[in-house]
């Protein structure tokens, strides 16, 4: 917008710019077991954190565990990247060090913290920006909720929707009721102090389920406890017609640096049948491939990426980060791992060759579109909403439910948190933070 005229007999005022306001943080206990079993916070994460307790005036640090109920009045950020606030229960958190990125143990019964319970939230604040999730792409642990206002965002909350047990229940029988031990670390089920009774588990109470995306494998083919995928590959290998079945990732990934050039890609994967060549790669039956062409703004470069078949492993679907080679092109701008997230992703979504009608590409079915029209970057580079992420998972392989994630799956309809990493391709479950932002950080009860 133009600057408005002013009259040159009345001097220019220029406002002096927007100070730096810190954020707050409050916690609150709701358990009814708060006052025998005391609650813990500590902080940690990859990036930088700035931080005050209020009640002390004191500088906070990453790897120390504050009895909640000394942090009475919260505490006040100015800055926290790539953040992480764990929350445990009856004992502080040990294992979180420097030399760890101060991230905790959650899946190895011979450190410590295993048998202790506890969860986290993903917070970032970098001056006058940010914003807080949950996730449970790595476990799920407790309940939590987090309410966010000011700082002239919108008020949100973001929370769980089922009791703690039913929750549990529902994601150790996706994993076979597979307890972790130390004589056996490939289960999902952690049991320890201060747990919950789930039915089925008679060995103890659990104290969280880890994801498919975290669990140690079974064997060296990276089986899993949980759901395996073989069957949607060998799907995808074969078809209905005896063909693999092609999937168009076409889409723009925003542009290099400031005011660089769009990066746009449009590469067709496939799944072999058949050992032979293809994009002038050779394979072998169950490799994939993606063949076609990436433009960082200087014309299309013809690229071919690999995945082995030993790379399209459970463990590495579920993970959504497989092992890759580029016979043909270059990763400039890492743009392998890029594409290969929007294909991996949609595994674990359920859209690769679904056969329902796209509701974002009248006229076709989901697994027929381009992948743009799933995620909504379209390759000229004006973008559109992706489809919600309620049209993925069961609604998009409504007879095959091993043709998606169903932790993930499942995890959609009881809570705001993520099931998955890339769930913030259809959604984007998000506190935001502002100047002065207040976030209030609630511990629930299992029975809420």
Known sequence: MRPRLIAAAIPLLIAAPCAHADMTVKFVNLRPDARSVPAYVSF???????????????????????PLSSLTKGISIHEFSSGRIFISLGAKL???????????????????????????????????????????????????????????????????????????SALAKLANRAVITKANATGAVALGNNGVSVPGITTGKVV???SPAS???????????????????????????????????????????????LQTYNLTATIADKSGTAGGT????????????????????????LVTSANLSDHAIYGANPSY????????????????????????????????KNPGD??????????????????????????????AFAFAQPKQKTYYNQYAGYLVGVTDAYGFAYNDRLQSPLAPFGNGSVMTLSILPDTQ
Do not use: C
């Open 44 to 66: 940690g994460g990859s990036g930088t954190f700035t931080a005050k307790d209020l009640a002390t005036n004191k500088a906070l640090s990453k790897g120390v565990g504050y």
């Open 94 to 168: 040990t294992t979180s060090t420097a030399a760890n990125g101060y991230s905790p143990n959650f899946d190895n019964p011979n450190l410590g913290d295993f048998t202790t319970r506890w969860d986290k939230v993903e917070i970032t604040f970098t001056p006058g920006a940010g914003g807080a999730n949950l996730s449970a792409q790595d476990f799920f642990g407790m309940p939590l909720k987090i309410e966010s206002k000011g700082g002239g965002q919108k008020a949100t909350t973001l929370t769980w929707h089922q009791k703690t047990a039913t929750v549990m």
């Open 208 to 210: 969280r389920i880890v």
């Open 215 to 261: 669990v140690t494998p079974k064997n060296a083919a990276g089986a899993t406890v949980y759901p395996s995928f073989a069957a949607y590959i060998k799907f995808l290998r074969t078809g209905k017609a005896g063909n693999p079945v092609p999937t168009a990732i076409v889409g723009n990934n925003g542009k290099i640096g400031t005011g660089g050039p």
């Open 282 to 305: 050779q394979v072998k039956a169950g490799d994939l491939t993606l063949i076609g062409s990436v433009n960082n703004g200087s014309g299309n470069v013809a690229t071919t990426i």
């Open 325 to 356: 080679t580029i016979p043909k092109g270059n990763n400039t701008n890492q743009i392998a791992q890029k594409v290969l997230a929007d294909y991996f992703a949609a595994l674990n979504f359920g859209f690769v060759g679904s056969t329902v």
């Open 362 to 391: 009248p006229g076709k079915t989901i697994g027929a579109s381009p992948s743009w029209t799933w995620y909504g970057n379209r390759p000229n580079g004006v973008n559109r909403k992706p489809l919600p992420i309620t049209d």
